[in-house]
């Protein structure tokens, strides 16, 4: 009887060997991509959008995220990478090429017949004894700005150049450090990342305290004040519209007049209440009145507040309302009843900068802050996206030491150790396994390799070197991407996240084991059509 045909007529499919070299050939054409990224030497990639719109980076999120990928199976590592980013923010570039290595070490047993299942049980043991070795290779340290600063220009350096790199990297720590308070998670986001399309990007800046991208509606409010008040109000100062549709009937102008005086008296008496807020804290003291409002404010509102000398920001962004009482201390209100001193915030200064045709308000001065902005500036827009997404990274590296409370030696110091540990390691297993142990072993070296290559050093020169010094002195060795000898990382302050090495040692090995047990590819949705009788895939 002939065999009974399930697939649709129209649907492609690989089998055995064929599907899995199509997806080791996947996994190596991406690690190619990605591979020249690597490291503080590593080269840039510019990303032309269909508008013509340009964007240069060497951010293996970034690039992940911008291409448009067709392959299935790199696109599903992309995906997994960039899901690293996503979790720890850093390892994207990394996870892409030990993945891609991983499948490379594989192709050569599977070239002499091993099963893909004995190349992924050796993975596992691999995994598991890598693993435990990054427990005992972390460092815990007690963690203090010095360290915090060699963390994050280590994470910099491999995005921009170093002038610029150094320069964000004490930007990003006092950052950080300013959010910081004991006892509760830190949150990123009370720390506002603003730009200007303006001078050097390295005259970029930390300002403690906020800077809005709006400024004052009314042409007569001052443009600075000192020593100010700051009202964080959500509350509406503009002539509203019922909820519901209504309608009013009047049988005289004078009717209308009243109605008229009505609606506008139900604003008016909530401006007068600041107003009268206002003289009872400011008058016969140095002291001056800012209100930023949620919501809005109306020209006739404004007029009232502008004859008071009150400068009135109307419309700001509901996540800066959270930043403003952190940063100036005080209350968020959402009535003007009942109004006192202990839900005002303070600030030194609060002035407004005009740049072409954008208008921003600085908040400075202010006593003990918990929030902040990092001013980003830039000749052009993809400088300022490029410094953002390295402020992005940084941050999170700061972060995550504070949260790990531990480090790992960087400059590929992890990567070397483990692979001497697993080729002792290797000893200890029995079978064939340990041929998988020795593929993963040998892909641990693609970092060091990589960084080497992308530095200009022949990658096996600099790979035995770095072995034999490693084996001799026994402590944690990397490279020195300057001369291309081997370094103490702990010594030049190259350090990585703890959780950035776990979570790359758990993403890429899994991925890679999936997709060795791929025995068969079909590309066979309902919607290709072919016959209506018989059974479908």
């Known amino acids: 009887m002939a065999s009974l045909n399930v697939v649709n007529k129209t649907a492609e499919s690989v089998r055995k060997g064929a599907a899995l070299m199509l997806n080791i050939n996947a996994a190596k054409g991406l690690q190619e991509v990605l591979k020249t990224n690597l490291g503080p030497k590593g080269t840039l990639k510019m990303l032309v959008g269909g508008a013509g719109q340009v964007k240069l980076t060497k951010d293996g999120s970034v690039l992940l995220h911008e291409m448009q990928i067709q392959h299935p199976t790199a696109s599903m590592i992309a995906r997994a990478a960039t899901a690293q980013d996503d979790i720890t923010g850093d390892g994207t570039t990394s996870n892409v090429l030990f993945c891609g290595e991983l499948l490379k070490q594989a192709e050569r047993f599977l070239a002499d017949g091993l099963h893909p299942r004995i190349i992924t049980d050796g993975f596992e043991l691999a995994k598991n004894e890598t693993l435990r070795f990054l427990e005992e290779f972390q460092v815990k340290k007690q963690v203090d700005r010095e360290l915090l600063v060699s963390v994050a220009r280590t994470s910099l350096r491999t995005k921009v150049h170093p ?141 009232m507040l502008a004859k008071d000398g009150i400068i009135a920001l109307r419309r700001a962004k509901r996540r800066n309302m959270e930043r403003l009482t952190l940063a100036c201390g005080g209350t968020a209100v959402n009535s003007v009843d009942d109004l006192s001193v202990s839900d005002l915030g303070f600030a030194g200064t609060v002035y407004e900068h005009t740049l072409g045709e954008e208008k921003y308000t600085f908040v400075e001065g202010v006593k003990n802050p918990f929030s902040c902005t990092i001013l980003v500036r830039g000749p052009n827009e ?54 998988g142990v020795q593929a993963f072993a040998d892909a641990l070296l693609v970092v060091p390799k990589t960084l080497a290559e992308n530095s200009g050093y022949d990658a096996q020169d600099t790979i035995i070197k770095l072995l034999e010094e490693h084996e001799r002195t026994g402590s944690a060795i990397g490279l020195d991407i300057e001369t291309g000898e081997p370094l103490q990382p702990e010594v030049d302050g190259i350090y990585d996240n703890y959780r950035v090495k776990k979570q790359f040692l758990h993403l890429a090995p899994v991925l890679a084991q999936q997709l060795l047990l791929v025995d068969e590819i079909m590309r066979a949705g309902k919607q290709m059509g072919g016959s209506k009788d018989g059974p479908q895939a």
């Open 163 to 303: 002038e610029l790199a150094d320069k964000l990297t004490e930007i990003v720590v006092d950052a950080v450090l300013t959010i910081r308070r004991d006892g509760q998670p830190i949150d990123l986001h009370m720390i506002e990342i603003m730009h200007m399309v303006h001078r050097m990007g390295t005259e970029t800046s930390l300002v403690k305290g906020l800077v809005l991208d709006h400024g004052a509606r009314h042409p007569d409010m001052p443009k600075k004040v000192e020593n100010a008040y700051i009202l964080t109000a959500n509350v509406s100062l503009e002539y509203e519209k019922s909820e519901v549709n209504s309608a009013f009937f009047y049988s005289s102008a004078d009717q209308r007049e009243k109605l008229i005086d009505a609606e506008r008296r139900f604003t008016d008496d909530k401006v007068k209440k600041l107003i009268e807020f206002k003289r009872k804290v400011c008058d016969g003291t140095d002291k001056t009145f800012v209100i930023i409002n949620q919501k809005g404010v109306d020209p006739v509102s404004l007029d």
């Open 382 to 435: 993809h400088t300022i996206a490029q410094i953002k997404d390295a402020i992005r990274d940084g941050l999170r590296a700061v972060k995550n030491t504070l949260d790990d409370q531990s480090i790992v030696p960087g400059a590929g110091a992890f990567e070397l150790g483990a692979h001497a540990n697993l080729v002792k390691f290797k000893s200890s297993v029995t079978g064939r396994a340990k041929l």
